[in-house]
Every structure is written in C-alpha cells, then in structure tokens.
C-alpha cells in the first residue's frame, strides 16, 4: 500500500481484517498528514452528488457503512471517530437558485433519500439558531452527518497496527519495479520491496505513475482551505451548506467555515485570499461565527480526476490496484472503498460496483 491518508489505512485495515499481510508505506515521517488532515469530515452524499448514477450509488452505499465502520473502529482502536448524523441543512440566500435545490431534492426523493419539503421563515431559523437573515430558503437532510478526520485517522492507525499491519514511515515512493509482472517499488534512498499486489493510495501525488501503468486519466491537486473559529456564539448541531461554502461545528466546539476550490497545483498552504472569502462565507451563513475567535486557517489538496474516484485494476498490471481521486468526499468513501479494493485484492477480480470508476477507462 503506497500512502497512509484515510484512504490507505482504509484498505490496509480492511485488507489485515481479511487475513491479509499487508504493508503500508509513508514518505512523511507521521501517518495521515496529507490530504485526508485538512478534512472537515463531512458525510454528506446530497450535496456531493449532482445527479443519480454509479458516482451517487458509491456514495450512498458509504454513508450508510459509516455508522457500523466508526463503531468497529472505535471498538478495536478505543480512538472515538466523533460519528454523528447530524443533519445538513442545505440553504440558499438567492430565490433563483431554489429551483435548481427542488429539482435535485426531486430525483433524490425518487431515490429514496430522507429530505423535508422547502423551509423558510421561522422554520428554517429553528433548525439552526444564529442562521443570517440573508437566507431565503433551504432543505433539511436529516440523515447527513459528520466525523473528526484526525479522529478518524488516529482510530485507523491503531487499528491497522492492532491488526497487524505494518506500517513504515519515512518511506518514500521514488519509483514503480514491474519488471517481469511484479509488483514493486524502489525508494529515494533506494530500498526495495516486492508484494503480490501493490494499491496506490497516494492522494493527489498519485499522479507520477499513471502513465507507466497505461491510465489515461490525470489526477491533479484541487486546493482546499478552511478557516476555524473557538468559542462561537451559537451551538450548531447542523451542518450549514450554503451556494458558496459550508459551517459547522465539531463536537468541542471548534467551528470550520470551508471550503475554498482552487486550481493552484501543488501550492499546498494557506492565503489571506482565501481567509477573506471564508469570513464572507461565514456572513452569509452564520454571521455571529465571523466575529467569535479566530482560531487557525489550513490548506490540503483534493485529489481529483475527471469521472470521478479511480478504483481498482490497471490496464499495464493485474497485480497493481489504484484506489484514488476522491476529490471531495474521501471521507465520505472511505469505507466502501475499503470494503471494495480489498474484495479486488482477495478476489482477484474487481467487483461489479468498481467498474464504472475503473482506471482503464477513458479520459
Ligand atoms: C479543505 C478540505 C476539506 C475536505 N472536506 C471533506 C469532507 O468534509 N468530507 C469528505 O469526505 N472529504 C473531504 N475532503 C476530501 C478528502 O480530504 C480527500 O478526498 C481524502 O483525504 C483523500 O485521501 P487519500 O488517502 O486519498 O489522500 P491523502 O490523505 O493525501 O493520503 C495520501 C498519502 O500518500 C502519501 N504519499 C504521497 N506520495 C508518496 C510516495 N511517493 N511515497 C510514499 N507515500 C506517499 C502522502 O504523504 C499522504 O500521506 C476535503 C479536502 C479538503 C482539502
């Protein structure tokens, strides 16, 4: 396994669960400080997904794992995920975009997915005091929730380890060794190792070996930043997406105002453009949280391929399986692309559900 974000361990912990021995390889010096950290820990299908199809039904099928993962997790790891279905409220402050919410709220309703009828006025407000009064309209998604990823990734690593699961820090993936069908690799300072089948879980640094592998698809980095703040005034129990970005709150209090998109590349930290178009985000939604403490801003990079999440065998070898590209919602997918990489693994073959997201397909 190359990479030990929420992904990697993901597999890795799925993969010793199923008697496996499986190593998990780090270039950082600590676990799960990439990508997977700067999460605001959203599980929040409905508003990722735009449409109905394979992306959605990956999506819906995680959500509804999450409640027994986090409780196995928390068991075997005694690390607590912070799991709360909390609800999300998805508002807009622009009457012309309410439209285009009844029309998704229309398919997802068809598709069975729990979401109220439009609120406003004093309905709306009830559901999450301090809400701006800029907010004309919105729909409650009672069943969305929400996880502290450093929870999340603490919990997996001891998880993994409990299981045994090797895990080597300071490990840094220089280059692939497929030479004669194996499936290897060779560090920076040149140590080696070969398995009987190699996951690429590297993030948004996954990009460097697809071409070798035959996928034609590019991964690149989308930048994301989120401003916190201690000590708001409100309590929020829901989350509060809005047309340009999202609040909520973890359970000690700290309030995430997120989440900017940025094409950038690999400039990986935080800017004062960025803290200024969260505090704007953070007016229209919940103003009081715009003036409570400021606490800390950060930044990590979204994985990101056109079509979505890349899953499962490549075109060049059987034996090497990419489970990448999350994007937004690798929080979210976590566990069912735990469960379905390590079906892959053991199976030999990549189960149905993979195949719409296979990184055979084409750009
Ligand atoms: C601001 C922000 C908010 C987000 N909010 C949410 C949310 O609310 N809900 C949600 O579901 N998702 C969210 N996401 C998306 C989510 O964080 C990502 O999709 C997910 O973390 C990707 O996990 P990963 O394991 O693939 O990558 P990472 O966590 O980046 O893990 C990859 C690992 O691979 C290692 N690595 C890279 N190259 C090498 C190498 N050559 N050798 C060895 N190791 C290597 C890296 O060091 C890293 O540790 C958010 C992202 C951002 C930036």
Request: charge should be negative; charged fraction near 20%.
């Amino acid at each position: 396994m190359i990479g030990s974000g929420v992904i990697g361990l993901g597999v890795a912990w799925e993969l010793a669960r199923m008697g496996l021995r499986v190593t998990v390889l780090e270039r950082d010096r600590r676990c799960g400080e990439g990508t997977s950290s700067a999460a605001a820990g959203m599980l929040a299908a409905s508003v990722e997904a735009a449409a109905p199809g394979p992306f959605f039904e990956l999506c819906r099928t995680s959500s509804g794992l999450w409640e027994s993962w986090a409780g196995s997790l928390e068991e075997e790891s005694g690390v607590d995920c912070e799991y709360d279905r909390c609800g999300l409220l998805r508002v807009t402050c622009s009457a012309d975009l309410l439209p285009a919410l009844e029309a998704r709220r229309d398919w997802q309703l068809s598709e069975g997915i729990a979401v109220s009828e439009t609120l406003s006025g004093p309905r709306l407000h009830e559901e999450v005091p301090g809400l701006s009064s800029e907010v004309v309209a919105g729909l409650l998604y009672p069943m969305e929730g929400q996880v502290h990823s450093h929870r999340v990734l603490e919990a997996l690593e001891v998880a993994c380890r409990r299981a045994g699961v090797r895990i080597e820090t300071g490990f840094d993936v220089a280059t692939l060794d497929l030479d004669g069908g194996g499936a290897g690799v060779v560090a920076a300072d040149n140590r080696r190792l070969q398995a009987d089948c190699l996951v690429l879980a590297a993030g948004p640094w996954s990009g460097r070996w697809l071409s070798e592998l035959g996928v034609l698809v590019a991964v690149e980095p989308v930048r994301g930043q989120i401003a916190a703040v201690d000590q708001p005034l409100v309590s929020m129990r829901r989350i509060v997406f809005g047309d340009h970005g999202y609040v909520l709150q973890k359970r000690s209090g700290l309030t995430l105002v997120g989440a900017t998109e940025e094409m950038v590349g690999f400039a990986g930290w935080p800017t004062l453009a960025a803290f200024n178009q969260l505090a704007r985000v953070a007016g229209e939604l919940v103003p009081s949280v715009a003036f409570a403490p400021y606490s800390h801003t950060w930044a990590g990079l979204r994985p990101y391929a056109r079509g979505g999440p890349l899953l499962g065998r490549t075109p060049v070898s059987a034996r090497v399986l990419l489970a990448t590209a999350h994007h937004r919602n690798g929080i979210l997918l976590a566990p069912v692309t735990a469960q379905l990489i390590a079906r892959a693994v053991v199976e030999g073959a990549d189960p149905d559900a993979l195949l719409p997201f296979s990184p055979g397909r084409v750009a």
